[in-house]
């Protein structure tokens, strides 16, 4: 097989992958018409390794105050070198020999594009899987309206406890800057403000674990 792949493998995964595997979801706002990729603001993280499971990541400078405001749901880091952090992600993925896995190829595609590099074969789209396995199934189950994540999670048992509506992470984004661009306006931010700003973290965590549990589920798996 060539090293010119464009798609992920599509087949399900080891128990071991899918337990240990390292989950992630990009947010940030959307391209513009002619559909460029704009650099991710907030990458969530799901890895089993070590003993923080759950982690969020700003890259954004104009939302550097948001994340590191001592007294909010949960401290999240900043980093303003996103290239060298997605290195360090992909160094760590291949060394462990577990792949990413993402519910759609954005995430690969701007991974790609910022370490100029292509990594499908350590990426898995579990999009692709779930679609897959639900046509294998054969039970005559009815197709979801859509392919999107709160549908396909749908297929698998899972709802989403924190999504929000189409739009709605940008929208939050947008007011959240106006406030988030300083420490001194962070900490005049009113309630409401922050309020989105939990919004967004939530919503990204729903995501992440979301992938998470989808393909536990398809393997049959529990937590223990």
């Known amino acids: 097989m060539t090293n010119d792949r464009k798609h992920p493998p599509r087949h399900m995964l080891s128990n071991e992958i899918v337990r240990n595997?390292?989950?992630?979801?990009?947010?940030g706002f959307a391209?513009?018409?002619?559909?460029?990729?704009?650099?991710?603001?907030?990458?969530?993280?799901y890895n089993r390794d070590g003993?923080?499971?759950?982690?969020?990541?700003?890259?954004?400078?104009?939302?550097?105050?948001?994340?590191?405001?001592?007294?909010?749901?949960?401290?999240?880091?900043?980093?303003n070198d996103r290239d060298a952090f997605l290195k360090h992600l992909m160094k760590k993925s291949i060394r462990k020999k577990k792949p990413l896995f993402a519910f759609t190829e954005h995430e690969l595609k701007v991974i790609n594009?910022?370490?100029?590099?292509n990594i499908v074969r350590r990426f898995r789209n579990v999009r692709s899987i779930t679609q897959r396995w639900f046509n294998s199934r054969g039970d005559g189950s009815i197709t979801p309206p859509s392919w999107d994540l709160a549908e396909a999670a749908k297929t698998t048992g899972i709802t989403l406890s924190s999504k929000l509506a189409i739009g709605g992470v940008t929208s939050r984004f947008r007011e959240v800057r106006?406030?988030?661009?300083?420490?001194?306006?962070?900490?005049?931010?009113?309630?409401?403000?922050?309020?989105?700003?939990?919004?967004?973290l939530k919503h990204n965590k729903s995501d992440v674990m979301s992938i998470y549990e989808m393909m536990m589920v398809m393997r049959g798996l529990d937590e223990s």
């Open 21 to 27: 595997g390292c989950y992630i979801d990009f947010e």
């Open 113 to 117: 594009k910022h370490l100029q590099q």
């Open 178 to 200: 106006e406030y988030s661009c300083s420490k001194r306006k962070w900490a005049t931010a009113p309630r409401a403000i922050r309020k989105k700003w939990r919004e967004i």
């Open 31 to 45: 391209g513009h018409k002619n559909r460029r990729l704009r650099p991710p603001i907030l990458l969530g993280i």
């Open 51 to 79: 003993n923080q499971h759950f982690r969020q990541v700003v890259f954004n400078k104009d939302f550097r105050w948001a994340a590191e405001a001592p007294g909010d749901e949960q401290s999240i880091d900043f980093c």
